[in-house]
């Protein structure tokens, strides 16, 4: 068995004369969460596309679970769970309704009896006492749990996940959380994609950050972290009009945004020493993290 989960070699994808994926070299190893992270229109959903076999690439090599893609793509997607950016249960049906039509759509599995099993997916997303209920009266975070187990409806060895805490409130997503830690600690591959950098740094092992179709950098988080940006940042509020003091400028890579002073630096005792002797300066002192390499990688202009 190949000890990656997905592996992609220059991949490419075209639509008409723009290339949305530029030739990405990619290894998703199996039984950790890998993270892809980038800007709206990076190239992210369009690579999610590819590993799922919905879309062909216009060159280079893609293999999934061990398997060519898009060639066996329907033996790879009977291996995998999804759950898409957005909700997609049928609203004629109950909770559990929704899961047993599902699980008839992979006849090759053995769940004998099969409702014990449904059961235990809705337990596992806190749904259980929601079974027999209609869609409409699920909450959006039940709706989101709920689409979730229906991802592991067919066991599957990858669960690819497209920004699933999107507009949840903080209880619903750290439940989520919980739950894909649990997954992967039973050896399931995790792959996913957010616009939240603190949940890319509490759930992945490994993640890339991809922009205009190219993978910009590749590691762990925190080795992220330490690689691409000075180890500490303190933010400062500014008044209109106002210059930052020489002294911060020689101690600190500074970035002005939007009213606030952002120097970055290794040694802060210089810059908060400057702070201390100006009162009327309001700052916060907080450690580098993956936010940080997001935007120092990809740039703070707005994206659509």
């Known amino acids: 068995m190949s000890e990656s989960a997905v592996e ?18 990619l290894r998703v190893p199996r039984g950790g969460c890998f993270g892809l992270l980038g800007p709206n229109g990076a190239g992210k959903t369009t690579t999610i596309r590819m590993i799922l076999g919905h879309s062909p690439p216009n060159a280079g090599e893609l293999t999934v679970l061990g398997e060519p893609m898009p060639v066996a793509g329907r033996r790879v997607r009977a291996r995998i769970g999804v759950v ?6 049928d609203p004629d049906f109950t909770v559990m309704e929704n899961l047993r039509v599902y699980a008839s759509y992979f ?16 337990d596992f997303v806190a749904l259980a006492d929601r079974a027999g209920e209609r869609i409409q009266s699920l909450s959006g975070g039940m709706r989101r749990r ?46 996913l994609t957010t616009h939240y950098m603190e949940e890319a740094e509490r759930l992945c092992d490994r993640l890339a950050i991809i922009d205009h179709g190219r993978i910009l950098a590749e590691d762990s988080p925190r080795r992220l972290v330490a690689a691409e940006v000075e180890s500490n940042v303190i933010e400062v ?11 911060l400028v020689r101690h600190a890579r500074l970035e002005v945004v939007d009213g606030v002073w952002h120097c970055h630096t290794d040694d802060p005792r210089e810059v908060l020493e400057v702070l201390r002797n100006s009162p009327d300066l309001e700052y916060l002192h907080r450690p580098a993290n993956l936010e940080d390499v997001f935007l120092r990688l990809t740039g703070r202009e707005l994206r659509d």
């Open 8 to 25: 992609a070699r220059r991949l490419v994808k075209r639509f008409g004369e723009k290339t949305v994926v530029d030739g990405i070299d």
């Open 84 to 89: 898409p950016q957005e909700d997609n249960l």
């Open 107 to 122: 006849p090759h599995l053995d769940r004998e009896p099969l409702e014990p099993f449904l059961m235990s997916l809705l």
């Open 146 to 191: 709920l689409v979730i187990a229906r991802a592991l409806v067919n066991d599957p060895e990858m669960l690819i996940l497209d920004e699933p805490t999107t507009g949840l409130d903080p209880q619903i997503r750290h439940l989520i959380w919980a739950r894909l830690r649990e997954l992967r600690n039973r050896g399931t591959t995790v792959l």
């Open 237 to 247: 509020r500014i008044g209109p009009g106002v210059s930052p003091p020489v002294e």
